[in-house]
């Protein structure tokens, strides 16, 4: 049998026949990594996830024509929708202002694609339904202003500025009132198609653009729009961006100190338990000494064992450790979380390290002592 | 015995306590963030600004419709001395921030030309004497806390001494009128003009860059409507909407007795909004949406986040305990072995060890207690920049997690201690 052998024969049978003590180690060892690959997992993925929370909050950044007479039309803004990553990007909706009349009063009236709408602005409350085409949504205080109420039909008549042609006239239908708390109450919003039927083809006023991406991106993405020309100059929302990132550095911190503490602390815990297992068996060390075991030989052994233990715990740590990250991810923010592949071998190492350091200590003490005495039982 | 066992064994004691003290100090830590967390993040998302607007009943939106010059002067206007009234209502003590507003159209000159432009007349950093006897600073400062100011600083009404009114100019009448802050520039209506020190110069992303921000009086007095206001922007810390502040929202009237008290007492923006309506004559309070909505997503979400945080690190250190516990216990099976070999009875023995594990227990959930406290106010201070709040039902909580772990733990050990025979210990097997 060469000497490999043995040594590997000693660490396992060492490891089964003391099962019920081995288990006990094994599993504070794997408890332990699970909590570090779970929480450092979480830390990572807060950002993404919270970010998505926060685009609840609408637009972060809006396009508008840089007033240098080129067209600022869809095309533009699909144009400078494509300088942005698609990953982050989540919506943009043009939106096109012109005054139209109904009973004879003045309404502002917003020709915009009513489904991004919805999606960059996410926080419209809709008593009804989103309009389809020939569908119109009322903000509440137009609403209450021309007493329309949802289902009921209304005319609207659109002129030139110049008063030169006829006006043209369309019928629309009330599918919903918005209610928002902000100034788009004032506002009557119709597809895009509705308003050209009537108004003709015109330039947009605005798109809103809602994009996860913390502040840096957002600035570099539009610097990037600006510059390349195409009529359309990008700002962000600044009350959202500058709020956003506040909230969020905060809650990542948040995270990463209580990541911090619960590690430090289920660190020690493990060193406590493997400490006691070792201590217990000075008992196995005297024997052994006084056999004529070398102070190498014995530290080698518990070494192994200890490793291997911090080995096994440490994979079904990270494994455990990923499930409960994807459980937290699924049930809180209702999406898978992101594998971080680097986190399994830095999870060993750590485990393999921290139960390597907590055997070393009770080790040393243990051969420093005259074997006699141990069995002696002193 | 006892005694004897604490004196005689202190290390092994330390040891078991020591686990107990980590373990329950991580459980208190955790569970004080959690209770707290919520209203500290609550305190954070203030960053995005008032979350309820006040106007008046019949808001005459003519001005931002018709764009008549002037504004309307028709139009319905709420009363400047009524807004200490809004720190008087139940959730008072809710309502972080608040600032009247009055608007105007003005022509503003320069040297360097003129403009027209939307004179906008609110409170920066107000001292505010409540009916109540409190007083309080409250203003726009607070409640745009997103506005960058390129130049110059925040106009403070309190520390002002200049002769001029001050103001402070939007990013985008200061570019194109080239104002700089220090500058003295002369705004007009139709009833009168007033000279004013420019304080500061903002940029906000918004359509407040084409805006002059002065003071309340100023443009009340520029635009003859003394002691009137046309909206009030209120910051409050809200509870996230359920069914019941929905269905309140629509229609208090709707609600059973109970179910209105529940709805009347409970922070739902709904409900500080109809508190509000009561002591502001003729005004409508309506949540932002924006805002409302989304604060209510996020606390959902990190709260649910630290819960399962929390859950997370309770396994880990009750594990951590229970594991220690039965390792030292199961290390004294030669005094055990003696003590039944000079008959005593498995009760007995039961009792002795678990009493010392016991009073080591606690001695050490009550170090970890306080520890605990400590790991959560340094979390509370280096996040938040706040200290974390003392929750007394963290106590009982802590309190049976440890009884029920440090049992849970000494149980395995005791049952295998008694299934000792006295003989084989004592023989050294």
New interface residues.
Partial sequence: MTKQKMFLRMITASLIRRRS?MI??L??IS??A??LS??VT?YYD?PR??GA??R???ANMILVSSGDGKDFDVTAMNEAVSHISPESFLGATPYRYETVRIHDQ???TAGTDIKSAGIT?????IEGAWPAEGEALVGK??AE?LGLKTGSSFTMSYADESNEKEPVERDMVVSGIL?????EE?YIYIEMSDLESIAGSGDLDVAELSISASQEELTAAADSITSADNGVSA??????T??ES??LT??Q???F??TA??LV??M???A??MT??V??RRKEIGLRKSLGASDRSIIVEFMGEGLLLGCIGGLAGALLGFV?AE??SV???SSSIRFQPLLLPVTMIVSVAVTGLACLMPVRSAIDIDPALVLK?E | MIKGAFTRQWKKMI?IA??VA??T??AT??LN?MMD?SDK?NQ??K???AN??VVPKS?S?MD???EIENGADDGAYLKESELGNIKTIFWAFNIVDFAPFIDTKATVSADSGEKEITLVGTWFDHHLELPTGETLNTGVRSLR????ISEGDWLSEQTYTGTEKPCMVGEGIAKTLSVKSGDIITVSTTHGSERLYVAGIF????TADDEIYASLDTVQALSDKDGLLSSIEVSALTTPDNELAIKAAKDPGSLTIAQYETWYCTAYVSSICYQIQEVITDSVA?????????EG??LE??H???V??TI??L???A???T??V???V??RSSEIGLLKAIGAKNGAVSALVLTEVMITGIVGAVIGYFAGFG?AQ??GQ???GSSIEMKLFVIPIVAVLVIAVVLAGSLPAIRMLLRLRPAEVLH?R
């Fill in positions: 003590r006990v180690a599993l504070a408890v332990g699970a909590i779970g929480l979480i807060v996830q919270m929370q926060f609840n909050y609408g003045p309404v502002v602005s996410p926080y419209w409350h205080t137009e202003h209610e928002t708390g902000g100034s004032d700002r962000l929302v600044k009350r959202v500058q709020s506040t909230v905060k809650l911190a948040l995270v100190i209580v503490v619960v602390l289920t020690i815990c493990v406590t338990t006691a297992v201590t217990e409960f459980f937290v049930n809180v923010f039982g | 040891m020591l686990t980590l373990g100090s991580l830590a955790m963030v967390v993040v954070e998302l960053t995005y600004g309820i607007t808001a939106v931002s419709l018709y806390t997103w506005w960058d940029s906000s992303g918004d309506s949540p932002v949406r924006q805002v409302a909505d989304s997503a996020i979400k990190t649910l986040l630290m399962l945080i997370l690190s396994v880990g250190s594990l951590g305990i594991n220690l039965t390792a030292s199961m290390e790991f340094i979390i280096t996040v938040f050294g």
